[in-house]
């Protein structure tokens, strides 16, 4: 693997979310400087909190896989996840409700799981889920060892093996395809994250994860800088010696890392991004709901804490918003009830609940979410919710907030999309870009943008990796 060159005393890792932070933790375990610069004020980056009349919602992911992960950054510096933040083990991890009104629970034991699916849709399609089981292990091991590995590797393990591989009946393919529509990836490739591991979710939400993290690096020497845009760094010949920002400061830095969204890391650096990067295919973006209820009845008993409610159509789905640029005719939704689980995420009486709902990026259709246009397809998913079974969900309501397209691009998300970006439809994995600049010599990235990919575990395992790439230096 190749490292930074030269000197690696002092590191600045630009962008306080969770892969700068694992990497920031990672460093100052290993005895490096760390000073980290954050434009927010307050760590996290898209794992983020909005609170709104006592209701408390998560602004980005909203559950934690593989907490062995999280623990790793920690045990950096020798602190222990349990001493940090409580996690809560969901069960079912997601509830799939179907168009022809059956269900289906997740859940991360194998045989509870070829039980729920043999009920359902027979002992064949029970056995197909063992076989996908198996591959998506094997897979998900080799990511974890070896994210910068050569995509041949990754081809060998079988990365594109299609949904019909396994599965025969169209729930099961919809429900192991669902996080393809939020990534943009081929919806006939089987995608395993979150459906073969368990799922939590932290108490206080799921900005308690950034909010430790952060603490604990502060505990152990890194120092925050928070309010502080950076807006260019600087190099000299094949390696960068300072970062700017905002307010006209100059910080050196021995090695600096890049947390934000790959464009716009490549946009602070001199000669912009490479051919690669600039060919990336921007992911759907998604519209976000965020909905307080009075809760007179103890809220909807037939969901569960996360919850897949599929649209009967789904090819006709992805076609809509990953290449024409259409909202879907008729949505497949997640809906999140975080108060289910902690009774903290709402007031006493009250539910919060948060609607996902993929639409096209601002570069497949540029649309103006801002004013009656976000609000009228709010509107529209509250009738939908009502259809499926949230039955007086409209009139029930105590605030809704909306957070569109437009809003993730305020944030400086490239083309309005909070999911990162995908090439060629590949979304994880070695086909993603690297994490070392190809002719900075000390210039590493993290994050969604870069390997492994998208989703918590892949973007805390991105900042390990980064980390590494300075620790290998000569010091």
């Known amino acids: 693997m190749r490292t930074v060159l030269g000197p690696t005393n002092h590191v600045v890792v630009v962008g306080a979310g969770l892969g700068g932070l694992a990497c920031a933790l990672h460093l100052a375990g290993a005895g490096r400087e760390v000073t980290?610069?954050?434009?927010?004020?307050?760590?996290?980056?898209?794992?983020?909190?909005?609170?709104?009349?006592?209701?408390?919602?998560?602004?980005?992911?909203?559950m934690i896989t593989s907490p062995e992960?999280?623990?790793?950054?920690?045990?950096?510096?020798g602190e222990h996840l349990d001493d940090w933040i409580e996690l809560i083990r969901?069960?079912?991890?997601?509830?799939a409700h179907f168009p022809d009104g059956t269900t289906l629970d997740v859940h991360a034991d194998p045989d509870r799981m070829v039980a729920a699916i043999a009920r359902l849709c027979g002992g064949r399609e029970a056995a197909g889920y063992l076989r996908f089981l198996r591959w998506a292990r094997r897979l998900q091991s080799f990511e974890r060892r070896d994210p910068a590995g050569h995509w041949r590797t990754l081809a060998s393990e079988g990365a594109r093996?299609?949904?019909?591989?396994?599965?025969?009946?169209p729930r099961t393919q919809r429900l192991f395809a669902f996080r393809n529509l939020l990534t943009g990836r081929d919806p006939r490739v089987a995608s395993y994250l979150d459906t073969v591991t368990e799922v939590w979710y932290p108490r206080g939400g799921m900005h308690a994860v950034p909010r430790a993290l952060a603490a604990a690096a502060e505990k152990h020497g890194v120092s925050f800088r928070f309010h502080t845009e950076v807006t260019a760094v600087e190099?000299?010949?094949?390696?960068?010696?300072?970062?700017?920002?905002a307010e006209g400061e100059r910080l050196t830095a021995d090695a600096v890392v890049l947390n934000?969204?790959?464009?716009?890391?490549?946009?602070?650096?001199?000669?912009?991004?490479p051919p690669r990067v600039r060919r990336l295919r921007p992911a759907p973006s998604c519209v976000v709901l965020h909905l307080?209820?009075?809760d007179d009845r103890g809220g909807y008993q037939r969901i569960a804490h996360h919850n897949l409610h599929f649209g009967r159509s789904w090819q006709r789905t992805f076609d809509e918003v990953v290449n024409r640029g259409e909202l879907m005719s008729d949505p497949s939704v997640l809906v999140t009830n975080p108060s289910r689980t902690d009774p903290g995420a709402a007031p006493a009486g009250r539910q919060t609940y948060q609607v996902t709902v993929p639409v096209p990026n601002l570069k497949t259709a540029p649309v103006?979410?801002?004013?009656?246009?976000?609000?009228?397809?709010?509107?529209?998913?509250?009738?939908?919710?009502?259809?499926?079974?949230?039955?007086d969900l409209g009139a029930d309501l105590a605030l809704s907030y909306v957070v569109t397209p437009d809003d993730w691009a305020r944030q400086g998300m490239t083309f309005g999309t909070p999911f990162a970006s995908a090439h060629t439809l590949r979304q994880s994995g070695p086909l993603r870009p690297g994490n070392l600049h190809p002719t900075l010599t000390n210039v590493v990235f993290t994050g969604s943008g870069t390997r492994p990919g998208v989703g918590v575990p892949m973007v805390l395992i991105s900042g390990r990796a980064a980390a590494r790439r300075v620790i290998g230096a000569r010091s």
Do not use: M, S
């Open 161 to 169: 093996r299609r949904l019909t591989d396994f599965f025969a009946d």
């Open 36 to 62: 980290v610069l954050e434009r927010n004020g307050h760590p996290g980056g898209q794992v983020g909190v909005l609170e709104l009349d006592g209701h408390r919602f998560d602004t980005g992911p909203t």
């Open 292 to 294: 307080g209820t009075r």
């Open 90 to 95: 969901l069960d079912p991890a997601y509830r």
């Open 69 to 77: 992960l999280l623990a790793e950054p920690l045990h950096a510096v």
């Open 368 to 391: 103006r979410w801002d004013g009656p246009v976000g609000r009228r397809y709010a509107g529209e998913l509250v009738a939908t919710l009502e259809a499926r079974g949230y039955l």
């Open 260 to 273: 934000p969204d790959l464009p716009a890391a490549y946009g602070l650096l001199p000669g912009g991004a």
């Open 235 to 245: 190099t000299r010949g094949d390696r960068a010696v300072a970062v700017h920002t």
